[in-house]
Nanobody, 112 residues
Framework: QVQLVESGGGLVHAGGSLRLSCAAS????????MGWYRRALGKQLELVAL???????HFGDSVEGRFTISRDNDKNTVYLQMNSLKPEDTAVYYC??????WGQGTQVTVSS
């Protein structure tokens, strides 16, 4: 059974940075797409960033230019570097791995 374990969330002041990590286990094949979504309180699930195994990336409009995504394919691990954080980035961040695997979520809170 596939398990995704996230780490790195927390509380940070506006303008600060955080790095999220997500390690996948229980997989014996290369994962095509790994990435991150988020859900703020009272809002819908929103794409943050995705990365394919061959390095292609896609970012949500609200984070492009501030967040970067990277992967270690040998370790089935994906990272999200979040810079210039804003209060509106406050949300639960979920790791995803194709096809349709999800982590438990990690809280990111940005204070103004």
């Amino acid at each position: 059974q596939v398990q995704l374990v996230e780490s790195g969330g927390g509380l940070v002041h506006a303008g600060g940075s955080l790095r999220l990590s997500c390690a996948a286990s229980g997989i014996d094949f290369a994962i095509d797409v790994m990435g991150w979504y988020r859900r703020a309180l009272g809002k819908q699930l929103e794409l943050v960033a995705l990365m394919t195994s061959d390095g292609r990336t896609h970012f949500g409009d609200s984070v492009e230019g501030r967040f970067t995504i990277s992967r270690d394919n040998d370790k089935n691990t994906v990272y999200l570097q979040m810079n210039s954080l804003k209060p509106e980035d406050t949300a639960v961040y979920y790791c995803s791995a194709s096809p349709n695997n999800w982590g438990q979520g990690t809280q990111v809170t940005v204070s103004s």
